[in-house]
């Protein structure tokens, strides 16, 4: 059988969590982290998925996807938070820290 993956870009940040790792949550469960400016494939199971990316006690939205047998799903990512912001992001807005989307 041929495995489906979900490839995630996270885009350069040049201030907020550059020298930090996010995680990588898919179904749940912390699969893999991802590096400011890089790209991770995560091999996963044909189907329904849902991904999230956390950092500390902060996270994003989760993003339901389906991925197609051998097909890639293409996702990217950043932090929100704009400097003169950032203690909003990490406190009302931390399930809203990171940004995640479709790419």
Do not use: F
């Not at 006690?57 to 950032?86: F, M, N």
């Not at 909003?88 to 399930?95: A, F, G, N, P």
């Amino acid at each position: 059988m041929t495995m489906s993956q979900i490839t995630v870009k996270r885009i350069k940040a040049h201030w907020v969590d550059r020298a930090r790792n996010y995680g990588i949550l898919v179904d749940g469960k912390e699969v893999a982290e991802i590096g400011n400016d890089s790209e991770v494939a995560i091999d996963v199971d044909p189907g329904a998925h849902k991904v999230q990316l956390k950092i500390d006690w902060c996270r994003s939205p989760v993003i339901d996807i389906e991925v197609s047998q051998g097909k890639t799903v293409y996702l990217e990512c950043g932090p929100r938070a704009h400097p003169a912001l950032v203690l909003l992001y990490i406190t009302v807005w931390k399930d809203k820290y990171i940004w995640v989307r479709k790419a």
